[in-house]
Every structure is written in C-alpha cells, then in structure tokens.
C-alpha cells in the first residue's frame, strides 16, 4: 500500500468515526495521519476540533494555532478558533478571528451568524443584526438561519420592538417546529402583548418539547390566571 493511500485510508476512517460520534477511537487514527503526514492540515484541525468538542481548550487553541501555520487560507481554523478564545474570554481577539474568517469566505454562514452572537453578548446589538441577516441571506434553510433568526428575535424582544421579534421566532418555528426555546419566547412576546391564550398555547407547547426552561411554569401559571 502506498504511502500516501494508507494515510487517506486511515484519515477517512478516522473522520467517520468522528461523525458518528466515536471521539476516542477517531483521536489515535488523527494522531497516526499526523505522525506519518505532519504537513496533514486536515488531521490537524481535526485533532483540535476533537479536543474542543471534549472540553480541552488550551490544547485545542494550541492545535488550531499550528492548523493556520499549515493553511492560512482555511476560514473553517479561523472560525474554530474564535470558538476558542470566546470560551477563554478573549472576546476582542474571538472578534478579530471572526473577521478573518469572513474576510476569507464572505460566504461562510456561519461565522456571520457567529459574530452576530458575539456582538450580541459584547453589547452591540444593532451591528449584530446586521451580521444574523446576512447569515440568514446567505444560508436560509439551514441551522445558521435558525441559530440567526433566534438572535435576531432576542434583540428585537430587548428592544420591545415585537412585531419583529414575533416575526422571527415564527419563522424558527416554520422551520424547526421542536425547538422548545422558540416557542417560549414566542409566548414571552404574546405575554408582553397581553395575549394571554395565546401565550398559553406557546407556554405549553414548549413545556411538552423541554419541560425544564428556566421560569417557563411562573409565565404558563401567570398566563393561565389572566385568561
């Protein structure tokens, strides 16, 4: 077998195992592309991804770090990495990475979607919305769209400007009907507009899908008695 056939062999077989789940078995078969191709950004970033996915962020920074080394031009290490420093707190370099990645592929959903999110938590919501749009522009029918259309409605919500955020949330439901999250905002928005039954329906709606939402019993018993 040659060389380089073993090495795709095993890299292929590591990665559905990583798809199906198996972190412990697709982590040595990375570790063994790497060691016969050190130049392998794809095992590279593999392994750092392996490593975020079960926590370990200062190796996972590390391994992103060294993946970019390999393949500046990658927007995927560059949005990988931004995950990282987010969840290390260094919000203005996870801004910058963000950035990157866009710079690189300005049609990557998903690091629109995610700058978008971290505006949000830094502060800046107007500029945020203009980064969920253009992710829900660019992907309309997929997890980006949603994970957007949710921040978009948030801050429409904080803003109190409803219709919007009623819209939004709507539009998350359409396309993703269980997802408990959506429909009790949704019942939030009725609630604030003193749509009690409606806000009912919602409330118990999402008690069904996810009967453990922070305060979700004080809002369905609130709605409950003002019907």
Wanted: glycine share 6%.
């Amino acid at each position: 077998m040659e060389n380089g056939t073993q090495i795709q062999e095993l890299f292929v077989k590591a990665f559905h195992l990583h798809q199906r789940g198996d972190l412990a078995n697709a982590w040595p078969l990375y570790q063994q592309v790497s060691a016969l191709d050190p130049q392998h950004f794809d095992a590279l970033h593999m392994r750092a991804i392996v490593q975020l996915q079960i926590g370990h962020v200062e190796i996972a920074r590390t391994l992103f770090i060294q993946a970019i080394g390999l393949n500046p031009l990658s927007d995927s290490a560059y949005l990988n990495l931004a995950l990282v420093e987010e969840k290390m707190g260094h919000w203005a370099e996870a801004h910058r990475l963000l950035e990157q990645a866009i710079q690189l592929n300005g049609c990557n959903a998903t690091a629109w979607n995610n700058k978008g999110s971290l505006l949000n938590k830094t502060g800046a919501c107007t500029e945020a919305l203009r980064y969920f749009e253009k992710a829900i522009d660019l992907n309309p029918g997929y997890a980006e769209a949603l994970q957007a259309n949710c921040g978009m409605g948030l801050i429409y919500k904080q803003k109190n400007q409803l219709d919007l955020a009623k819209y939004c949330f709507e539009q998350v439901i359409a396309a993703e009907p269980s997802l408990a999250d959506a429909h009790f905002n949704l019942g939030m928005i009725h609630h604030e507009r003193k749509e009690y039954a409606l806000a009912l329906a919602a409330y118990e709606t999402a008690a069904r899908l996810k009967p453990d939402i922070d305060y979700l019993d004080g809002y369905h018993l609130y709605a409950k008695n003002a019907i």
